[in-house]
Nanobody
């Protein structure tokens, strides 16, 4: 069974940057596409960025131009570079396998996530 370990979150001021990492063990990140999701208190978990098996990337409108998803196949790790952070980006961030940005279920059990808090 694959395990996902997210890290890199923290407290940052508006306009700041963070880089999140997701290390996957027990499965190759190339098996499916990979996505970054986030869940704010009282809200549903939403997909914000996705990288497909052929390296096509897609983003939610709310993060387009500010977030960049990438991966290191040798390290079986997926990254989310987040720039120009806004208070509305505050959430717990998770990664998971998902075939497409536009539809589909996730493939792995959820990890513990990493908290991102954007506040002055």
């Amino acid at each position: 069974q694959a395990q996902l370990v997210e890290s890199g979150g923290g407290l940052v001021q508006p306009g700041g940057s963070l880089r999140l990492s997701c290390v996957v063990s027990g499965s190759s990140i190339l098996t499916y596409g990979m996505g970054w999701f986030r869940q704010a208190p009282g809200k549903q978990r939403d997909l914000v960025a996705h990288i497909s098996r052929d390296d096509t990337t897609n983003y939610a409108d709310s993060v387009k131009g500010r977030f960049t998803i990438s991966r290191d196949n040798a390290k079986n790790t997926v990254y989310l570079q987040m720039n120009n952070l806004e208070p509305d980006d505050t959430a717990v961030y998770y990664c998971n396998g998902r075939r497409s940005f536009y539809s589909g279920s996730t493939y792995y059990n959820w990890g513990q996530g990493t908290q991102v808090t954007v506040s002055s």
